[in-house]
């Protein structure tokens, strides 16, 4: 069994294409909430609301860390997507977490970010520019196969 954490960009669905293509691989999947209100809201909704933003923010970053860092320190391969829209640097932190971890990184991301993460991606054991191709490294991980021609 193999254990995939999925970090990073959460606003398409490159999460959902990985695990459709991954379908009868021995992989079990994890990422964090994707969900963007209920992952910057989770703080004050369990511990109680914070007029100042910033606390408000710190509250739901800390809870999420939680879940991250365990998602992250039990995974053998993290895959982090680094999308086209907004500035990533939570993908960043936990792609530097799983190399500090020495976790087998995967990095997803544009050609147009390839000179912004070069030092992210020098980290990685691979740079991805497509889901497809994630999947075809974990099938390649796990079975030793080539994709077909």
């Known amino acids: 069994m193999l254990n995939v954490y999925l970090s990073g960009e959460i606003h398409t669905d490159w999460r959902d294409q990985i695990e459709a293509g991954a379908k009868g691989l021995n992989i079990t999947f994890s990422a964090p909430v994707t969900d963007h209100g209920a992952s910057d809201d989770c703080g004050v909704a369990i511990l109680g609301a914070e007029p100042d933003k910033f606390w408000h923010d710190r509250k739901g970053a800390q809870l999420n860390a939680i879940r991250t860092r365990m998602g992250i320190e039990e995974a053998d391969v993290v895959v982090v997507r680094f999308g086209d829209k907004y500035k990533q640097w939570n993908a960043a932190f936990d792609a530097g977490y799983a190399a500090a971890l020495g976790k087998a990184l995967i990095i997803l991301q544009p050609e147009e970010h390839d000179h912004a993460l070069k030092e992210v991606d020098a ?27």
């Not at 999947?135 to 030793?144: F, T």
């Open 123 to 149: 980290a990685a054991l691979a740079v991805a520019r497509t889901s497809d191709q994630v999947v075809q490294i974990l099938r390649y991980v796990l079975e030793g196969t080539l994709p077909k021609a």
